[in-house]
């Protein structure tokens, strides 16, 4: 596929040059489309991709259980991963099978060829992990890391929570997420296993600011990943940082949580009190007082409740601008409860320097607001994203294990 | 279980083929009274020939064997005569028999040439492995109907306690051969059926056999009603084992089949959901790996010459399973439920079991089989 030109799969997505673009949060909103073609995002740098590069349509996380019996079997894992992550996210002819009687080495959903699709792989790990007797990494464990705790709302379900380790693969397409899901566990699946498993999805292309599923838009107000100095601030866990090892400078802590939102009840639920809950118009996007999605909230505006979510969430005061998080979340639809209703909801995914200055924090303002009501947390977990991988011969975690 | 082959033995072998010595034309082995001259031979796998000079004082069959399987054989050697023999030999360790049954067999070491890469099987190679098998099967067949029987009889008898210790013996020999009794889709379902298979669940006309009985001595704890279905669950059984009789086990199902178990302790015995009534899970767990292990063990000089690294990873990996199946083997050799197992155990044999299907899924292929 060439550069000039939309390709095939970017017509068909309408995500062609011409076609509109879908970005991150907040950014298209701006007038500052980035399209997101077949193109390969790079996989290499200082940070892992898929923080503050742009969210593509479809998401996917699954966290793993750790079979790998020792060190030395921790270490191949990473080291497999980082060849596999090097390879689906680089687009590439697809290995075909040279004897028909062996099984083949690709599950063969992409044909002869990987198209990158934008596809990134994230990987970070979890609390468990550092506390595991088989790899002796309990002093190398990142200092807020914690096993996720419970808030008064929640009702985590055990299958879907935690995990050593997790996986964010994000793409434009739901295949290619499922095909380096699929290579992956080809290769990995006597070192880690499955815990539990979440897909997502955003509306793809179209301007504005995506809608979550109450039907508002989510994420005008996240920091613009763009800015990397903000994202040094906010996101990047810096060197040297109090307590953190040495390893952690350039990963960022990732809260993954699985919010069921109550779609039945929100869609009888007044629209003037479903904006009062959120605190924005709901067309509009714009706060309560305000004219435009991107006004700043006035949180003195009669029109504003004191309990709103975007002013619990971010008060927007000086001694609270340290704990913004940056938001890549989606949307998910999985079935029917047992009670007839609809399964679905938010798989909130966000990232920051320090989980206890940002998502924790945010999550005790948010304590027991309105919005509970209309929701509820079943899964997730606290996550370290590993640091990138800079240099040739270095793989992903290699900080981690004492190898760099 | 017994190993069959001393598979270890010949790999460390491969790594002293440099210092061998092999003879370019035929290996002369000349037999005496007393036994063989030399009493081993040092060859490189292929297909060897033998020049077998007969210097004792009747006549004589020479054989090559394997284990207990004989190889290749030339009988009838008349004192004072040579014959030749070549046989298609892998690389391992065989043993040849040297004039009187009283004198010591000699021993021939095959070794895999450097390199070497072997194609695929000879299907002549498989007859005694296939015919090694068979005879496995139907002898668990006819275990499998022995202790059914009892099962049955217990059941009918309404004795709870006695059917509940009887159940897992009973099923073991099925497991075992499940390859090759799930050939007989109709009996595998009258059998061994799962309430998950049935839309209706417990409660569903179909779900019959050892999960229905199951399900009847650990949730009612009662045999009420059983009785037509143990009569049934007995007759399936001896159906099976007639059925196995008249059957040709085909290579490649033989084969495969060891992938196959695994498959099925991967896909299913790992969650505990087998048998979910009785947590006897880890009797059928073991039970697929003993299956499949024989089914290695038969073939695995075969994979050996071709890909010694797969069959010392298969070994590694079955040895790993095993370790910790033992640790909840009780000393009358049941084993304690699977409610019993600690979530690190499980977790300890899911990475061995991944890794054995994995590499068994290749077995048929680098033995040039289509399955």
């Not at chain 1, 002869?112 to 002093?139: N, P």
């Not at chain 1, 118009?281 to 309990?307: I, K, V």
């Not at chain 2, 275990?143 to 073991?172: I, N, T």
Request: glycine fraction near 12%; proline fraction near 7%.
């Amino acid at each position: 596929m060439t550069a000039s030109g939309p390709s095939r799969r970017a017509v068909l997505l309408g995500l062609g040059s011409a076609g509109g673009a879908l970005a991150g949060m907040g950014r298209a909103a701006r007038g500052e489309p980035a399209a997101l073609g077949p193109a390969s995002i790079d996989w290499r740098g200082p940070h892992q991709a898929g923080i503050t590069t742009p969210q593509p349509a479809a998401g996917l996380v699954v966290a793993f259980d750790l079979l790998a019996p020792d060190r030395a079997g921790l270490e191949a894992l990473f080291r497999t991963l980082t060849e596999r992550i090097a390879h689906l996210t680089g687009g590439s002819a697809v290995p075909q099978a040279e004897d028909p009687r062996l099984p083949p080495p690709d599950s063969g959903l992409m044909g002869a060829g990987v198209d990158a699709d934008a596809l990134t792989i994230t990987v970070a790990v979890g609390a468990s992990l550092f506390e595991d007797a088989r790899y002796g990494l309990a002093a190398a464990r990142p200092a807020r890391l914690m096993q996720m705790e419970r808030f008064s709302n929640d009702a985590i379900d055990a299958d879907q929570a935690h995990g050593d380790l997790l996986i964010q693969f994000c793409a434009n397409t739901d295949l290619s997420v499922i095909y380096a899901l699929r290579a992956i566990v080809k290769a990995t699946g006597h070192l880690m296993v499955p815990r539990w498993q979440l897909a997502g999805f955003l509306r793809s292309g179209g301007p504005g600011t995506p809608r979550n599923l109450f039907g508002f838009k989510d994420g005008t107000a996240n920091p613009d990943p763009r800015d990397a100095a903000l994202m040094d601030a906010l996101v990047w866990t810096p060197p040297g940082a109090p307590g953190e090892p040495d390893w952690t400078a350039g990963g960022s802590y990732q809260v993954v949580r699985i919010i069921r939102q109550f779609v039945e009840r929100w869609d009888r639920t007044p629209l003037g009190e479903q904006e009062r809950i959120f605190g924005r118009h709901r067309l509009s996007g714009a706060p309560l007082g305000g004219q435009r999605e991107f006004d700043t909230p006035d949180f003195t505006h009669p029109a504003m409740p004191g309990d709103a979510h975007i002013r619990l969430a971010n008060p927007r005061t000086p001694g609270t601008d340290g704990n913004r998080i940056l938001r890549r979340g989606y949307n998910y639809a999985r079935g029917v409860t047992r009670s007839g209703q609809l399964d679905m909801g938010l798989l909130f995914i966000c990232f920051q320097a320090d989980l206890d200055q940002g998502f924790r924090t945010v999550q005790a303002r948010l304590d027991g607001e309105p919005l509970d009501e209309y929701v509820k947390p079943t899964g997730g977990g606290y996550f370290f994203a590993l640091p990138g991988v800079t240099g040739a011969g270095r793989f992903l975690g290699d900080g981690m294990l004492g190898l760099a | 279980m017994m190993r069959a082959f001393p598979r270890f033995l010949s790999l460390a072998l491969i790594g002293l083929a440099p210092a061998t010595v092999f003879a370019s034309g035929p290996v002369q082995i000349t037999i005496t009274r007393s036994g063989c001259e030399p009493s081993e031979v040092a060859v490189a796998a292929g297909k060897p020939t033998f020049e077998i000079t007969n210097k004792s004082n009747r006549a004589l069959e020479w054989e090559i064997l394997h284990g207990v399987m004989i190889v290749a054989e030339r009988e009838n050697i008349l004192p004072g005569f040579t014959q030749r023999l070549s046989a298609r030999l892998d690389a391992g360790d065989y043993a040849m028999t040297c004039g009187l049954l009283s004198n010591p067999r000699g021993v021939i070491r095959v070794v895999a040439e450097p390199g070497a890469v072997a194609g695929p099987v000879d299907p002549m190679d498989l007859v005694g492995p296939v015919a090694e098998y068979k005879l496995f099967v139907q002898d668990e067949a006819g275990a499998y109907v022995a202790r059914v029987a009892d099962f049955v009889a217990a059941v009918k008898a309404g004795d709870v306690a006695g059917a509940k210790a009887l159940y897992s013996p009973a099923r073991a020999p099925f497991e075992r051969i499940e390859p090759i009794a799930e050939l007989f889709s109709d009996l595998d379902q009258s059998m061994d059926s799962r309430e998950d298979d049935w839309e209706h669940g417990v409660k569903d006309p179909g779900f019959t056999g050892f999960h229905r009985i199951e399900y009847a001595l650990w949730v009612d704890e009662s045999t009420e009603g059983m009785g037509p279905v143990a009569d049934r669950l007995l007759a399936d059984a001896r159906d099976l084992a007639d059925r196995i009789k008249g059957l040709a086990v085909p290579p490649s199902v033989m084969i495969a089949g060891a992938g196959a178990l695994i498959e099925e302790v991967a896909a299913t015995k790992i969650t505990g959901e087998e048998d979910r009534y009785s947590h006897t899970d880890l009797a059928d767990f073991e039970a697929n790996v003993v299956g499949a292990r024989k089914i290695v063990d038969l073939i695995a000089p075969l994979v050996e010459t071709r890909d010694p690294a797969l069959l010392a990873g298969v070994e590694a990996n079955f040895q790993a399973v095993e370790a910790v199946l033992a640790r909840y083997r009780k000393a009358d050799g049941s084993f304690e439920g699977y409610d019993m197992l600690t979530r690190q155990d499980r977790l300890a044999m899911q990475g061995p079991i991944t890794a054995l299907a994995e590499d068994l899924a290749r077995v048929p292929g680098i033995l040039g089989l289509e399955v």
